[in-house]
């Protein structure tokens, strides 16, 4: 069945139409599921919550505005198609390491995770955008989030599968574009995220599809850990942070293209004014990527997978500072750490730090390079290439370093290094 959101009064006309819009969602979902269709014009919203069995459609040029008022996003405690109890409200994931400490986002009914479009404990579900659609966030600030001033995400979902997301552009979202979590089946085909904070957040999620996709944002492109059999094909990277932030079991990155700097910085520093008054990223915000692929691992989940089997193939990384970072014992980097990691038929043009690579004893690591070209940024010939500490094995063949006057390996215990 198919519900049309101007036949319950969502029209864009510029006034808060969340309640007609959600009404239309409930009855597609009370009447079996189907599709909530919206039409072209802006209709300013604050918290959706998506059902299971429906697919949500903006048409060519729809767009869902979200509120810049931080309270609109709260009405789902007030679900009476799927109540939350207070008990749920105030409970935390069975996958947060015992004794860790646990943060807002852990609780899957916290103000932290406020969307524009949430769901929970739902499945079958899809947002699908044609030409000109969008999900705008905004830059909603708000001083009781996340560093005193994240808003919501754009699109957060918890325990659900089955999910399709193609087509839409998010912008300017206050948080995450995307936070899902405790998730599975995830497709995600020519989405387009721009500025905001992380495009596509994902932990204790599997079987993960990601194709066709670009993300021009202000911290990283893709981030998450504690993730099993994930797919990252044909997309395009801005990142005023790392393109990869990210922990995984089963990963395939291949036929993807990094760019930097960035067009959209990173908001941390932004002025509280600025912040207020929504500011986009000013020249002054970081706008360098950091690192191709940083390694990440908090207690916030219980990994459940040996992390490894990462493999990043036939991919461009320009201008961005590093390969590669593993810093545990950092308070991101703290749980299980990275096996082994493989780069095949890459290249690196224009690196300005060595890869740094600090394992803990008793999980080292193991990396290969196959066919990679590495080409180090002028003024920045004297780095090493690699450094770190407790790497069981390093593997290079036919690889491709340029610009470097000494290549140098610093490794304690120095690692065993095999030059093919």
């Known amino acids: 069945m198919t519900f049309h959101i101007h036949d319950y009064g969502a ?9 007609q819009i959600q ?16 039409p072209e014009g802006t209709y300013l919203v604050g918290g959706l919550r998506l059902r299971s069995g429906i697919t949500l459609h903006l048409l060519e040029n729809a ?5 810049v008022c931080p309270e609109d996003y709260m009405d789902y405690i007030n679900d009476t198609i799927e109540p939350i109890s207070q008990a ?13 400490r646990v943060g807002s986002d852990a609780c899957p009914y916290s103000r932290w995770n406020n969307a524009i479009i949430r769901a929970i404990h739902a499945r079958d579900i899809a947002i699908i955008g044609e030409r000109g659609s969008e999900i705008h966030g905004q830059n909603c600030f708000d001083e009781l989030g996340e560093e005193g001033y994240r808003g919501p995400h754009a699109i957060n979902m918890w325990f659900c599968e089955n999910i399709f997301l193609g087509g839409y552009t998010i912008r300017d979202s206050a948080n995450w574009a995307h936070a899902i979590q405790n998730s599975r089946n995830i497709t995600v085909k020519a989405i387009t995220v721009l500025g905001g904070h992380d495009g596509f957040d994902v932990r204790t999620c599997d079987h993960i599809s990601i194709d066709g996709c670009t993300f021009k944002t202000g911290d ?13 094909r044909n997309c395009y990277f801005e990142s005023a942070c790392s393109i990869f932030r990210f ?9 993807c293209k990094g760019v930097a700097p960035a067009t959209y910085g990173h908001r941390y520093k932004l002025s509280l004014e600025e912040k207020r008054a929504r500011a986009d990223t000013t020249p002054l915000c970081r706008h360098n990527c950091k690192n191709v692929f940083l390694y990440y691992c908090d207690h916030r989940a219980m990994i459940r997978h040996t992390p490894g089997n990462i493999v990043i193939s036939r991919s461009e990384f320009k201008n961005i500072d590093a390969i590669m970072r593993l810093p545990f014992g950092h308070q991101w980097c703290c749980n299980r750490s990275l096996q082994n990691i493989t780069f095949e038929e890459c290249v690196f043009d224009g690196i300005c730090m060595p890869m740094r690579l600090e394992c803990p004893a008793e999980e080292p690591l193991s990396i290969q390079l196959r066919s990679c070209t590495v080409i180090a940024r002028e003024g920045y010939e004297q780095i090493a290439f690699i450094t770190g500490n407790n790497i069981k094995k390093i593997e290079l063949e ?3 370093i340029n610009n470097l006057k000494n290549p140098a390996i610093i490794c304690e215990p120095q690692a065993e290094t095999v030059v093919v």
């Open 11 to 19: 029209f864009p006309d510029g006034r808060l139409c969340t309640k």
């Open 23 to 38: 009404q239309a969602i409930d009855d597609c979902f009370l009447n079996g599921g189907g599709e909530v269709v919206i």
């Open 398 to 400: 036919n690889v491709s």
């Open 63 to 67: 767009v869902l505005m979200g509120s």
């Open 247 to 255: 922990g995984g079991t089963n990963v395939l990155i291949e036929n």
């Open 88 to 100: 749920e409200r105030e409970s935390t994931v069975s996958t947060v390491v015992p004794g860790a």
């Open 220 to 232: 990283d492109c893709i981030a998450g850990f504690d993730n099993f059999n994930v797919t990252v």
